[in-house]
């Protein structure tokens, strides 16, 4: 009877050991130490955000070759991407400093992630004076690609420069010192 209790315990804590999974990793879009001071003057909203569907979760979704997508279920973004996203744009671009008061709509055609190679952002984005109806000042495609190390967090730190580097374009944009899209750095 006591070595059948013994066997059952031991065979129970197996079980349990077995059953444990890694915990769960979050990352964030927006960097620990943002450039710059804030701007006066005018200002940048986000009027709309929108990704793709498929990676618009709270789990990191990477590219897997060339048709494969896999949905990382212990690396996961602090929000769902299209949260993040807007909450890294925000405090990029409180360090603008428009003209006047404008607006961006922003529309992520892609964001691949592939560890050991490159973070990508393909990016429809408008930008028009805040309250003039639907006048677009500016209607932009920027694709940002950025090369990134083999680990989830080098894929994280290369798609937060890739966010910067919009947010730097915007921010030209909004300025009007040039004429047309920028381009991108």
Known sequence: MVASMKIMLVTALMLLVACRSEPIQF????????????????EIQIEGL???PQVDRPQIVIRQGNSGLAILETQWWAASLADELRSALVDQLANATPQRKVSVRIDV?????????????????????????????????????????????????????????LAALISRAASGTQKGCPVTP
């Open 27 to 42: 990352h964030t879009l927006t960097p620990a130490q943002l450039s710059g001071t804030r701007g006066g003057g005018g």
């Open 50 to 52: 929108s990704v793709p």
């Open 109 to 165: 055609q892609r964001f691949d992630s592939i560890p050991g190679q490159y973070a990508l952002m393909d990016v429809k984005w408008r930008l028009r004076s805040a309250g003039e109806g639907d006048n677009a000042l500016i209607s932009c495609r920027s694709t940002l690609q950025t090369p990134s190390g083999p680990s989830i967090d080098d894929l994280v730190i290369a798609q937060q420069n890739n966010v910067k580097r």
